[in-house]
């Protein structure tokens, strides 16, 4: 039938267009000298992302073999030197001054910013079934178009409480990290911008390269603030959080948004359905040596987006 001969070379030319998306984006990240990333070849397993770390970022069902799994157990040292920076403790145990916070916060705003452009670029590229979906739960490319789309309402919810915070608590949104100079991003933010925008300028990166990116920082995000709560359970005095150095904004209002069981919620969900994308686009071989470049990326930019202090 000719209808179904046409749906055929349609289908059949869509896979080879996602194949040869596929192999590019392989070469972006593959370096030939480098034998394959597995959790024992990047480094020993010496420092162990902890088993409460590993609850709060992956779902509890995740399995061992699981994209997310096996990226975490890739590099721990390099993720726990992402979220355990001195800049966490301080802001932990309300010892940061409101210029060091300001400008580490007018960092994360550009940060934040740049992220809406990212989202609108995944979303661009979940590829939609013909047919009805009767119960879009059961559908991955639905459930990841809910994800992302509640993904953009939880930023502008973001970027307006930064607005409402810095206003209540006397921080800046544009403060220059050097005073002498005008307010810009620093190389670590710019790094993050260049990602984000990345997904906008190039066809070629593939929606499950996108989900690794939005699950890598989310999860570090989440992880390395958690690490800066603990330190202000155990700061053990009685003095009030209003006498903190930033007058309580993060021990009040930025900590327990950003440690929220609700945010605990949205990276598993990230985390699981990067999973099933994954098995849906059978990744492995040189696939896993790309997702894991990209995830040791993201790790060292992270560790160099806190500030020294």
């Not at 975490?72 to 301080?90: D, R």
């Not at 359970?233 to 609700?262: H, M, Q, V, Y």
């Not at 605990?264 to 059978?282: H, R």
């Amino acid at each position: 039938m000719p209808g179904q001969a046409k749906a055929e070379a349609k289908a059949e030319a869509k896979a080879e267009a996602k194949a040869k998306a596929k192999a590019e984006a392989v070469e972006r990240y593959t370096v030939p000298r480098h034998p394959m990333i597995t959790p024992s070849s990047i480094e020993p397993p010496v420092h162990n992302v902890s088993d409460e770390v590993r609850h709060m970022i992956l779902p509890s069902d995740a399995r061992p073999n699981s994209l997310t799994t096996f990226l975490l157990n890739a590099s721990p040292q390099g993720f726990n030197l992402a979220t355990q920076h001195p800049f966490l403790q301080h802001a932990g145990k309300g010892t940061l001054p409101k210029a060091t916070l300001s400008r580490w916060l007018s960092q994360d705003r550009l940060y934040a910013q740049s992220y809406i452009a990212f989202i609108g670029a995944l979303i661009a590229r979940v590829d939609l079934p013909y047919e009805e979906i009767s119960h879009k739960p059961n559908s991955l490319q639905w459930r990841i178009v809910d994800l992302l789309s509640s993904s953009l309402e939880n930023i502008h919810r973001e970027l307006a409480f930064f607005d409402d915070t810095a206003g209540k608590y006397g921080l800046q949104l544009d403060a220059p990290s050097d005073p002498d100079t005008t307010f810009q991003p620093v190389l670590a933010t710019e790094q993050y911008i260049e990602i984000f925008r990345s997904f906008g300028k190039d066809p070629s990166k593939s929606l499950l390269e996108g989900m690794v990116v939005l699950w890598a920082t989310e999860a570090c995000y989440l992880s390395a603030w958690t690490y800066a709560s603990s330190f202000s359970t155990e700061r053990g005095d009685d003095k009030p959080s209003s006498s903190d150095l930033d007058g309580g904004a993060l021990r009040e209002a930025f900590i327990p948004n950003w440690t929220s069981s609700e945010f605990q919620s949205f990276v598993k969900e990230i985390a699981a359905l990067t999973d099933l994308l994954g098995e849906q686009e059978c990744v492995k071989g040189r696939e896993l040596n790309l997702f894991g470049w990209l995830w040791l990326h993201i790790l060292d930019t992270e560790r160099r987006f806190w500030p020294e202090v």
